[in-house]
């Protein structure tokens, strides 16, 4: 990307705001009148089609104006836009949501306030199984097969049972001290964690290991094994992709709403934004096959402790409102962290602004 001088970025920044507004062509006249009464009409005609030649504009009618292309409103989101405040109520409609225990709720009520606020659908996921926090690992008699019940409660009220292979039942003694074993460690980690502490216990020729403690740590690396949540995938006001004059295909909008309900690509978007520490900006094709070349996603973490647990964001048009979706998206990851936070008696943080966006990974 060659240097702009500051009268073509000053030219830039105002196509993409009027575009963002009107969705309509953007011409030397218009500019001429609203933005830049010292210029004349060819001057700006010129720099607009020094803009189109380095790939930031396109023409679509010889007799139209200029419309920013994904590379203008990447320029556009990295360096040129002026974010917008949130007003008090937006604020507080926000803030409320910290209020709520985790679970699913959280996460409808966060992507319901979220679309309404931002006028655009809502997308919240929360992460697979290794991102989450284990409170607790219980293991039940199952009399009638060979086999523990292993039941995984997690910090974020969710609970996951699985069957373990047991060749012998141990006691009613015997699970209670196992029981103990495991709180020690299990808590507050991920299972990803568990396992490579067990298998470490396990393996280490230093460490003099029990009977019961051998069998502990061997049941807990069992029920923790291959335990992979699909991500959690809440999607709101599609009705307002489908209202939006961007997506007057049919068609299309079709194709946009079975991409949506791919898991794999939702996984794949989910881990290359979860670990991001700012809000991330995708620009169409930037998000892969998700936005068929036509939606841009604004996403930012929300966590538990400092650790991961899964994202918030809005997906729209490319000419989406960038400078109204950062604050929005970053104060809503903020509320929903901070009720994560609160739930494991963590003194919940102030909300963060994250006022200039990442670039994708």
Same mark, same amino acid.
């Given at each position: 990307?060659?240097?702009?001088?500051?009268?073509?970025?000053?030219?830039?920044? *105002?196509?993409?705001?009027? #575009?963002?507004?009107? /969705?309509?062509?953007? &011409?030397?006249?218009?500019?001429? $009148?609203?933005? #830049? !009464?010292?210029?004349?009409?060819?001057?700006?005609?010129?720099?607009?089609?020094?803009?189109? $030649? =380095?790939?930031?504009?396109?023409?679509?009618?010889?007799? =139209?104006?200029?419309?920013?292309?994904?590379?203008?409103?990447?320029?556009?989101?990295?360096?040129?836009?002026?974010?917008?405040?949130?007003?008090?109520?937006?604020?507080?409609?926000?803030?409320?949501?910290?209020?709520?225990?985790?679970?699913?709720?959280?996460?409808?009520?966060?992507?319901?306030?979220?679309?309404?606020?931002?006028?655009?659908?809502?997308?919240?996921? +929360?992460?697979?199984?290794?991102?989450?926090?284990?409170?607790?690992?219980?293991?039940?008699?199952?009399?009638?097969?060979?086999?523990?019940?292993?039941?995984?409660?997690?910090?974020?009220?969710?609970?996951?049972?699985?069957?373990?292979?047991?060749?012998?039942?141990?006691?009613?003694?015997?699970?209670?001290?196992?029981?103990?074993?495991?709180?020690?460690?299990?808590? /507050?980690?991920?299972?990803?964690?568990?396992?490579?502490?067990?298998?470490?216990?396990?393996?280490?020729?230093?460490?003099?290991?029990?009977?019961?403690?051998?069998? *502990?740590?061997?049941?807990?690396?069992?029920?923790?094994?291959?335990?992979?949540?699909?991500?959690?995938?809440?999607?709101?006001?599609?009705?307002?992709?489908?209202?939006?004059?961007?997506?007057?295909?049919?068609? !299309?909008?079709?194709?946009?709403?079975?991409?949506?309900?791919?898991?794999?690509?939702?996984?794949?978007?989910?881990?290359?934004?979860?670990? =991001?520490?700012?809000?991330?900006?995708?620009? /169409?094709?930037?998000? &892969?096959?998700?936005?068929?070349?036509?939606?841009?996603?604004?996403?930012?973490? #929300?966590?538990? +402790?400092?650790?991961?647990?899964?994202?918030?964001?809005?997906?729209?048009?490319?000419?989406?409102?960038?400078?109204?979706?950062?604050?929005?998206?970053?104060?809503?990851?903020?509320?929903?962290?901070?009720?994560?936070?609160?739930?494991?008696?963590?003194?919940?943080?102030?909300?963060?602004?994250?006022?200039?966006?990442?670039?994708?990974?």
């Amino acid at each position: 990307m060659r240097d702009l001088s500051e009268r073509s970025r000053r030219v830039l920044h *105002a196509v993409v705001v009027e #575009f963002i507004e009107h /969705g309509e062509p953007v &011409g030397s006249r218009m500019l001429t $009148e609203k933005h #830049f !009464r010292d210029l004349s009409p060819a001057t700006i005609r010129n720099v607009l089609a020094e803009l189109e $030649e =380095a790939g930031f504009l396109y023409q679509p009618h010889t007799s =139209a104006g200029r419309i920013p292309t994904e590379l203008g409103f990447r320029l556009f989101v990295d360096g040129l836009m002026l974010l917008s405040s949130l007003s008090g109520q937006e604020e507080a409609e926000i803030q409320s949501l910290d209020e709520l225990s985790p679970g699913p709720n959280l996460l409808q009520e966060s992507g319901r306030v979220l679309s309404e606020l931002a006028g655009v659908a809502s997308l919240i996921m +929360a992460s697979h199984g290794d991102k989450r926090l284990l409170s607790e690992i219980r293991f039940i008699c199952a009399h009638s097969s060979k086999a523990l019940l292993a039941v995984l409660m997690f910090r974020d009220g969710s609970v996951e049972t699985r069957f373990v292979d047991c060749d012998t039942f141990p006691t009613d003694g015997e699970l209670e001290r196992v029981h103990n074993l495991l709180s020690e460690v299990v808590h /507050g980690r991920t299972l990803g964690q568990v396992r490579d502490i067990f298998a470490h216990k396990l393996e280490s020729e230093r460490v003099e290991i029990d009977a019961i403690s051998r069998r *502990a740590f061997e049941l807990a690396m069992k029920a923790a094994d291959n335990v992979v949540q699909e991500p959690i995938v809440v999607i709101q006001g599609q009705d307002r992709l489908m209202d939006s004059p961007d997506f007057r295909d049919v068609d !299309r909008l079709r194709q946009l709403v079975r991409a949506l309900q791919e898991k794999k690509e939702m996984l794949s978007l989910l881990d290359r934004t979860i670990g =991001a520490r700012t809000v991330q900006v995708l620009v /169409g094709r930037e998000a &892969g096959e998700l936005s068929q070349g036509a939606l841009s996603f604004v996403l930012a973490p #929300f966590t538990e +402790a400092g650790q991961p647990l899964g994202m918030v964001g809005v997906l729209g048009p490319t000419r989406m409102n960038y400078p109204k979706m950062v604050p929005l998206v970053s104060a809503t990851a903020d509320a929903v962290s901070a009720a994560h936070d609160r739930a494991v008696n963590i003194e919940p943080r102030k909300l963060v602004r994250r006022r200039r966006p990442g670039r994708p990974t």
